[in-house]
């Protein structure tokens, strides 16, 4: 499945999809929720809160 179709079965409610995503990006955001060499978990779950959002968001 290429992305586009993968954003689009997440934008349509499949789960299985959404995971795929945050799969995806889960390097992105554990690199930048990194502060002081240590990884800051709140701001990883704010990331991946704002992922979804961006998904729901973003143009096709």
């Known amino acids: 499945m290429n992305f586009r179709d993968l954003l689009c079965e997440a934008r349509a409610g499949n789960e299985r999809a959404v995971m795929e995503l945050l799969t995806l990006y889960d390097p992105l955001l554990t690199k930048e929720s990194i502060v002081g060499?240590?990884?800051?978990?709140?701001?990883?779950?704010?990331?991946?809160?704002?992922?979804?959002?961006?998904?729901?968001?973003f143009p096709i």
């Open 37 to 57: 060499r240590v990884l800051d978990e709140d701001l990883y779950q704010e990331l991946r809160i704002v992922l979804l959002h961006c998904i729901q968001a």
